[in-house]
């Protein structure tokens, strides 16, 4: 069976689906209810902000924030080490002299 607690361990899978966790949740989408990368308002996650699996506090709400899940995906995709992000300068070139794009030929 696939998780749908992306990096979660069966530990915390179980917190995931606590009538705790999804009364925590409810409350927290009440008062953040918009995507706080791109504002969007509809189809809402409450994200670790520091992944449980990465040290994040699971109850902290200093530790949570709102993201739609197109962003959640990005977020969990980079988390997990899938997409790996780059810093570019105001032309679209990788900042780091080292990456392919940098080199001269």
């Known amino acids: 069976m696939v998780s749908k607690y992306k990096g979660a361990t069966p530990e915390q899978e179980k917190l995931y689906r606590q009538a705790k966790w999804k009364k925590f949740r409810a409350m927290h989408l009440k008062v953040h209810n918009i995507c706080a990368l791109c504002g969007i308002t509809e189809r809402l996650e409450v ?59």
């Open 47 to 105: 994200d670790h902000i520091t992944p449980v699996s990465k040290g994040g506090e699971f109850w902290n709400k200093n530790n949570l924030w709102t993201l739609c899940i197109s962003c959640h995906s990005r977020k969990t995709a980079v988390d997990t080490g899938k997409v790996r992000l780059i810093s570019v300068n105001e032309n679209g070139y990788p900042l780091d002299k080292e990456h392919p794009w940098n080199e001269e030929g």
